[in-house]
């Protein structure tokens, strides 16, 4: 760290980058910032509650205090008072850069995952202009004067909800993912440099979603050979790498920011990675009404409104597949939260 107080501090977060792949692709010269700036600094271990779950680790982050007390592990909350769970809104975490804006100290935040706007006067804030992990809060930026600037700037192509229904048996659907993220990390790197140019803070804290939302569904390109993925063969085609077009595109807009931002202090990191998996296990539910822990609520124990919720969802489960998908291209994002 540079002991000059009037230097800035770049820090750019890569959610759900895998550091075993980013190794593998600075060795092999296909990520030339990251590589670059390794040749002058340290590549160091974090170690994170990603044990407990993904969910968890921003939280931890952006609070410095351990799972058990800030109690997020999703984008869920358990409430034990009423045996339920609320979309998490952030409203009772504090980040640790609030006390920083403060003293004074200019700081400019843009995506940080599961973290709520704080008022900032001196920089700038956005939260959730498109992010893998959305909450309650929705997009809010801040202070006044930079709402413009995010308000005209260019949508991120994931805005649109397009590709929610992208599987890897998908070919298009998955090329066009990868683009999407690809195109999306160019725009959000666009913007975080005019955001930093016109505010110039003296901490700013950028995060790239698009490596998490690429790789939940585009991780099989990169293990072709692995056991779980050979059934995800594609008319005998060999697999395009088209995660590793994300990471290049995020690399790109990396060496961008380094260069325009003249950071005395850079640092790019990751809170946890991600392996080979065919999707989550959804027997928790059944086991717990078949061993008496739990039972389904009926419909006369609901009130109307939670009737009418569970029907829709009833005929969503059961609709067509082409229908499904025209209804998470015209739904905006607000009408899951």
Known sequence: MSTDKSSSVLAIGIDAAESTIVRQMIEQNELPALKSLLAGGKWLEVRSPSPIGSGTVWPTFLTGSE???????????????????????????????????????????????????????????????????????????????????????????????????????????????????????????????????????????????????AG????????PDNPLYQRLEHNGQPLEPLLKDVHRAVDREIGELIDSSNAGTVMVFALHGMRPALGFPAFLGPLLCEQGFAQLATLRAQSWTKRGVSAFAAVKRHAPAPLKKLYYQVTPATAYL
């Open 67 to 213: 799972p058990a007390a800030h109690g997020i592990y999703s984008e869920w909350k358990w409430l034990p008072e009423t045996m339920s769970l609320r979309r998490y809104e952030g409203h009772h975490l504090t980040p640790f850069w609030k006390s920083l804006a403060e003293q004074g100290v200019s700081i400019g935040v843009f995506d940080v995952p599961f973290a709520p706007p704080v008022g900032i006067k001196r920089g700038f804030e956005v939260c959730e202009w498109w992010a893998h992990d959305s909450t309650a809060a929705g997009l809010r930026a801040g202070p006044d004067e930079i709402q413009s600037l995010v308000q005209t700037a260019r949508a991120h192509p994931l805005s649109s909800n397009r590709f929610v229904t992208a599987t890897p048996e998908s070919k298009t659907n998955i090329v066009e993912l990868a683009e999407a993220c690809s195109t999306g990390a160019q725009v959000r790197g666009s913007l975080a440099q005019r955001l930093i140019q016109e505010t110039k803070p003296r901490l700013s804290l950028i995060v790239f979603p698009e490596v998490h939302h």
């Open 216 to 223: 939940h569904q585009l991780w099989h390109t990169l293990a």
